[in-house]
C-alpha cells in the first residue's frame, strides 16, 4: 500500500491530463514538460510508457538525470523490454542492460524489476545511495 500525501500527475499531452483530471478528481494534473519546465522537489518521481512509441539511450539518460533532479529519494521508470518473442511496428524495446548501465553512473543502488510482466521492466535508482547512512536499507 502506498500512502500519498501530495501527487502530481504531469505529462506534454494536454488530452492525457484532461482524461486524468475526470477519472482522478482529487488528484492534481498539470500539462508540463519535465524536461524545460521548473517544478518543485518530490519524494518519487515515475515515468511510465514514455519511451514505448519512440526513444534513444541519450533521451533516457537526460530524462534518468532529470527525474533524480526533481527527486529527494528516487525514481522509476518503465520500459517496453527487447527480451521479448514479438515487437510491434513503431515502438521501442529497451535493453534492460543498458538501462541497468545508464542507472549505474547515476547511483549506486539500482534495481532493475523483470518479473512483473513478459515484456516490460522498471528500473528503480534510490538517490541516497550511502547505505551506511540510510537504516531503512538492510541486508537479510
Not at 484532461?18 to 494534473?29: Q, R
Not at 514505448?52 to 533524480?68: F, T
Not at 522498471?122 to 531503512?136: A, G, M, P, R, T
Amino acid at each position: 500500500n502506498i500512502n500519498l500525501k501530495k501527487y502530481l500527475g504531469v505529462d506534454i499531452n494536454k488530452e492525457f491530463i484532461d482524461i486524468a483530471k475526470i477519472k482522478n478528481p482529487v488528484s492534481t494534473f498539470k500539462v508540463l514538460d519535465i524536461e524545460k519546465d521548473t517544478l518543485t522537489k518530490f519524494d518519487w518521481s515515475v515515468a511510465i510508457g514514455i519511451t514505448n512509441k519512440s526513444g534513444s539511450y541519450r533521451y533516457i539518460e537526460n530524462l534518468l538525470k532529470r527525474m533524480l533532479d526533481i527527486s529527494k529519494k528516487g525514481i522509476a521508470m518503465d520500459f517496453l523490454s527487447s527480451h521479448v518473442d514479438y515487437k510491434t511496428k513503431g515502438t521501442f524495446h529497451a535493453s534492460p542492460e543498458q538501462i541497468f548501465k545508464i542507472a549505474k553512473k547515476l547511483s549506486k543502488r539500482v534495481v532493475i524489476r523483470h518479473d512483473y510482466l513478459p515484456f516490460e521492466f522498471c528500473v528503480y535508482v534510490y538517490k541516497q545511495d550511502n547505505i551506511q547512512n540510510d537504516l531503512s536499507f538492510k541486508y537479510s
